[in-house]
């Protein structure tokens, strides 16, 4: 008998259960691109087939690993398994941040103050690292905010 899908109605209720940590990593399936997660029906847009398998199929991979919960700002590191996906990097960290939201592993994908992708040839899954940003840390910027003097002139 196939496994149901963990209820969006009572898994976040876990995340008061989840005990408070200031660093988890949680292996995961690969997510589909954020270019597949959605298909268009008449008037809106549905998550599409992969999409909803990849939810089930992750969500019990995340329950399996029992993580603890990182309240308030993270950053995400994500780390995917390069030989396994032919998908853009930057597009697999939309379906993570919303999987560890619907299960109380973050309490809002807003907080993040920073996502840093790589790829990696350890295994075959995605390694996906939240820490916590302590109340009033002031991350380094990691590129300028604006272009060098001149550059605007230039164009």
């Known amino acids: 008998m196939a496994r149901r899908s963990p209820s969006p109605r009572i898994v976040p209720s876990s995340a008061a259960v989840r005990r408070v940590v200031d660093e988890v990593t949680i292996l995961l399936p690969i997510p589909p691109s954020a270019n597949d997660l959605h298909d268009h029906a008449p008037g809106r847009p549905v998550r599409s087939k992969a999409y909803s398998a990849w939810i089930r199929d992750a969500g019990w991979r995340l329950l399996e690993q029992r993580p603890g ?10 780390a995917v398994p390069e030989t396994e996906t032919k998908a853009d990097l930057d597009n697999l960290s939309k379906a993570t941040s919303d999987l560890l939201q619907a299960h109380g592993v973050i309490d809002n ?4 103050r920073r ?21 009033g840390f002031l991350l380094e910027s990691v ?7 001149g550059a605007l002139e230039a164009a």
């Open 69 to 78: 919960r990182v309240p308030g700002a993270y950053i995400l590191l994500l």
């Open 109 to 112: 994908d807003r907080k993040a």
């Open 143 to 149: 590129s300028p905010i604006w272009p060098r003097s």
């Open 115 to 135: 996502v840093v992708l790589d790829w990696h040839r350890e295994h075959a899954e995605l390694a996906a690292t939240v820490r916590a940003v302590p109340p």
